[in-house]
């Protein structure tokens, strides 16, 4: 089975910018994570999908991310203005079995 | 609040021989998973192993063990006759029943094998 898809991998912009990321999940997995990975730390969730309706947005920074997942499938992250410490990798993964998650190889996101 | 730590920002080994990364974690619940997870450079998480809070025996998949201590909170993760392309970031992470099965991390080990 294909596994999940993230593009762009690599994105460089300047700060105030915009950017977004998109992921397409395994088919037929209902969740879907964001999750961010800043250098020398573990992954941390942002934003948990069931379907199309959102989960756990506890720790997504409401003022510059914003996640939408399209018809219960592809999902795109954005964040609008960015700041330097938005630097990450931002992982998505998916799933059909809450112990069973299928991660992406991240978007590598540098802010100058 | 769950937390995951683990105390061993890097470790290295030689090829064929046997390593044991660390991890402990601090939870009030008592239905968990327990996982360790390796990240190579390409990023993409592959899990090592899975572990069930309720199950005492310790899982074992082919080289790569733990021994998990429920009343010490302590979760090692051992690998055996290790070899090259075991090198990455190994991550210990948590989850819990009753929280949307959400995942805690560990801030990882980075493991290097050497010829």
């Known amino acids: 089975e294909a596994g999940v898809a993230q593009s762009p991998r690599y994105k460089i912009i300047e700060k105030r910018q915009s950017v977004a990321f998109w992921c397409n999940p395994i088919s037929g997995h209902a969740t879907l994570y964001w999750y961010q990975q800043i250098l020398g730390q573990g992954p941390k969730l942002l934003i948990q999908f069931q379907n199309n309706g959102v989960v756990d947005d506890s720790q997504l920074p409401k003022d510059r991310f914003s996640a939408e997942r399209l018809k219960g499938v592809d999902s795109t992250l954005k964040i609008q203005p960015a700041k330097l410490e938005d630097s990450a990798v931002y992982l998505c993964a998916s799933s059909s079995e809450a112990v069973r998650l299928a991660f992406g190889s991240g978007t590598r996101l540098t802010v100058v | ?115």
């Open chain 2, 1 to 115: 609040a769950q937390t995951v730590t683990q105390s061993q920002p890097e470790m290295s080994v030689q090829e064929a021989e046997t390593v044991t990364l660390s991890c402990t974690y601090d939870t009030s619940e008592n239905n968990y998973y327990l996982f360790w997870y390796k990240q190579p450079p390409s990023r993409q998480m592959i899990l090592v192993i899975r572990q069930e809070a309720y199950k005492q025996q310790n899982a074992t998949e082919n080289r790569f063990s733990v021994n998990f201590q429920k009343a010490a909170k302590s979760f090692s993760l051992k690998i055996s006759d290790s070899q090259l392309g075991d090198t990455a970031m190994y991550f210990c992470a948590f989850m819990t029943w009753g929280s949307n099965y959400k995942l805690t991390f560990g801030k990882g080990t980075l493991l290097t094998v050497n010829p």
